[in-house]
């Protein structure tokens, strides 16, 4: 809630040792005065300060191995996130790399073992949609392997969600925060699987849309902000994807793009989505009609494939009202399609969507996106 620094960051510093990492982005937080603000708290709560700023959206395993080497050198016992998702999953494998046994990368994606230490951290959280304050997993670019995948780290200990944060946040970044949120509901309802979850999911669902329609006309209204806020962390606490499989296929195929053009996440998905519902679609059109009911108001008339369709178009026209765009190329992404090629081949393929995909349909995908 609003002022949620003031209130509870004193009583949760007083809990923790006496050097904390002040780790964030590319500097907003020092725009906003946010950065002030808190490192008077902290020098008040009176902890020495490690500052480790630079943690880019997209952030690299090289910067997080940085940032745990130097944890390690300061002896820092607590580490403050502040920032969207790209700092808080830095800051989660930060915390987790610093006391791991060995080369994090490694263990992970070669032993399968998983961190059970870290460094503890907090979050305050400046722009929403990643829901990344509610779990321990983190999006993470391997340049050295041209891969970006989630990582394991380690959970928060509290997070700060204040939606006046919202307010300095640019607007089509916002409006990315806002589809990347969408985007986690339809990977998940669109998973195999119907059970109680979906309907929950369609409120969630629902209201993301009616609030981000109400942005559009207040951009400055807390409350709006705050509902939003909110959706995005119900979603990632992964309530929603109780008995389901979830699906995440657009992520996959997001996250490697990513790994070659370092685009942006929201922003992405917002091209990717219509195109792969658009090929599987066929497979469960009645999920797809039911979507539109609930989640955009359409009416039932109509046979069930023409309403699967109706509600695709209603999710094209929804990315269009949040002015986001429907193609890389109007996003600034020049790919050629040797690279398309190359991240057809090596992103995930999902095991719990409505179909596996091809890699031919991946690339379909991807060049329909060009
Ligand atoms: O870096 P600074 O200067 O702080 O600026 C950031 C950045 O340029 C700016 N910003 C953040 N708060 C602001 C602000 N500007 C003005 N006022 C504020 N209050 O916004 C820009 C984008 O920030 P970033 O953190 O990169 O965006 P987002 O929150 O969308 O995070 C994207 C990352 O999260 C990962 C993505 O893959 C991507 O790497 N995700 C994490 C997930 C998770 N952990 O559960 C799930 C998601 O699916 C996603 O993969
Ligand atoms: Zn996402």
Not at 68 to 84: C, H, K, M, S
Not at 87 to 113: N, S, Y
Not at 153 to 161: N, P
Not at 303 to 314: F, G, H, T
Request: contains cysteine; negative net charge; proline residues 3%.
């Amino acid at each position: 809630g609003v002022g949620g620094v003031e209130k509870v960051l004193p009583q949760e510093l007083s809990k923790v040792g006496p050097t904390v990492m002040l780790a964030y982005g590319g500097g907003s937080i020092k725009r906003t005065g946010l950065y002030d603000q808190l490192c008077t708290l902290l020098q008040q709560a009176g902890k020495r300060i490690i500052d480790f700023g630079g943690i880019t959206s997209n952030p690299t395993y090289e910067k997080v191995l940085e940032g745990a080497q130097i944890v390690n050198q300061e002896q820092v016992d607590f580490i403050l996130a502040v920032g969207g998702g790209s700092v808080v999953d830095g800051v989660k494998i930060i915390a987790a790399a610093a006391k791991a046994p060995k080369d994090l990368w490694e263990m992970e994606f070669e032993d399968h073992q998983f961190p059970t230490e870290g460094v503890p951290f907090g979050i305050v959280l400046t722009l929403s949609g990643t829901g990344a304050e509610m779990n321990a997993l983190a999006g993470i670019t391997n340049e050295a392997q041209k891969r970006k995948t989630a990582v394991v780290g380690r959970y928060g200990e509290f997070s700060i969600l204040d939606p006046t944060y919202l307010l300095t946040v640019p607007e089509k970044q916002l409006a990315a925060g806002i589809f990347d949120n969408l985007s986690h509901c339809m990977e998940t309802y669109f998973g195999r699987g119907n059970c109680v979850s979906d309907d929950m999911n369609e409120a969630v669902m629902e209201n993301i849309v009616q609030n981000a329609m109400a942005w559009k006309q207040s951009p400055q209204d807390v409350n709006i902000l705050g509902n939003l806020m909110w959706d995005s962390s119900i979603v990632q606490s992964s309530i929603l994807g109780l008995g389901k499989d979830s699906d995440f296929q657009c992520h996959s195929i997001e996250h490697q793009l990513c790994a070659y053009t370092n685009c942006c996440h929201g922003m992405a998905l917002a091209v990717i989505h219509p195109l792969y519902y658009k090929l599987v679609a066929k497979t469960a059109p009645e999920k797809f009609a039911r979507f539109g009911q609930t989640v955009f108001g359409l009416d039932t008339s109509g046979s069930v494939e023409e309403q699967a369709s109706q509600a695709i178009q209603a999710l094209y026209e929804f990315i269009e009202t949040l002015g986001l765009d429907h193609s890389f190329s109007q996003m600034g992404i020049s790919v050629s399609q040797e690279t398309l090629k190359t991240v057809a081949q090596t992103c995930g393929i999902s095991n719990g969507a409505l179909r596996t995909l091809t890699r031919d349909e991946v690339l379909q995908i991807l060049t329909e996106g060009l």
